[in-house]
């Protein structure tokens, strides 16, 4: 059973630094990676969806890369500002489950960048 | 600029009622997704749809029932509600499947059963 954990589940930095946020997945047997900002009392908002096929997928000062090999993903932002804070969900479409649209979400890690 | 629309936004109903959670979305997508968010928890997929008149189960499906008679609406019911499903409720649409696009969500209906 594919299983997404995000470390840490929560990170507080000073505005203007670079980070990472952490997701990873059991199953390497995924069709796509997608990152999810989540602002509170809000649904999510797509960030980035990496194909299977894919190593990164870019948007602005966000960097998503996808090593299915290790069973991993990393969301970069660069220069952090206090319009970032939210909380940060990835999500695996996991192949092995019955029908496509099984969506395998990790718990979030809540980024707070401080002025 | 709607795009994924839920109402209510916030409910309290007592143990045995039954209630329907609207959503309906005017961007012309085919998916419709339901899922459910318990507290410091990810999403989990409750019913989608892949078009007007079909629908499938997802991960926890089970209390719930899903009709999509139109495009753009995809109703969720609770028949019985229990405790166990007080829960955040969101909404999501697409184009095309999870495979190939992001979902656009909307912000939810907050649901507590007591």
């Known amino acids: 059973k594919q299983e997404v954990t995000q470390i840490p589940a929560a990170l507080s930095v000073p505005e203007g630094e670079n980070l990472v946020l952490n997701c990873s997945f059991t199953?390497?047997?995924?069709?796509?990676l997608q990152w999810f900002r989540q602002d509170p009392g809000k649904g999510l908002t797509s960030l980035l969806l990496i194909q299977s096929s894919q190593r990164e997928q870019t948007s602005g000062r966000l960097n998503a890369s996808l090593d299915k090999s290790s069973g991993r993903s990393t969301l970069y932002i660069a220069a952090s500002q206090p319009g970032d804070s939210a909380t940060y969900l990835c999500?695996?479409?996991?192949?092995?489950?019955?029908?496509?649209?099984?969506?395998?979400f990790g718990k979030g890690t809540k980024l707070t960048v401080n002025p | 600029n709607a795009g994924v629309t839920q109402t209510p936004k916030f409910r309290i109903l007592k143990i045995g009622q039954s209630m329907t959670l609207q959503c309906t979305q005017d961007m012309n997508h085919n998916y419709m997704y339901w899922y459910r968010q318990d507290p410091g928890m990810g999403l989990k997929l409750i019913y989608y749809s892949v078009g007007a008149g079909i629908t499938d189960k997802g991960e926890v499906p089970n209390g719930y029932n899903v009709s999509r008679s139109t495009t753009e609406d995809f109703p969720l019911r609770l028949e019985l509600a229990a405790p166990s499903q007080t829960s955040v409720y969101f909404c999501a649409s697409s184009n095309q499947g999870a495979r190939y696009q992001p979902q656009h969500f909307g912000d939810g209906t907050r649901l507590s059963i007591l």
């Open positions: 999500a695996a479409g996991d192949r092995a489950q019955g029908g496509s649209e099984k969506l395998v």
């Open positions: 199953d390497s047997a995924i069709y796509n």
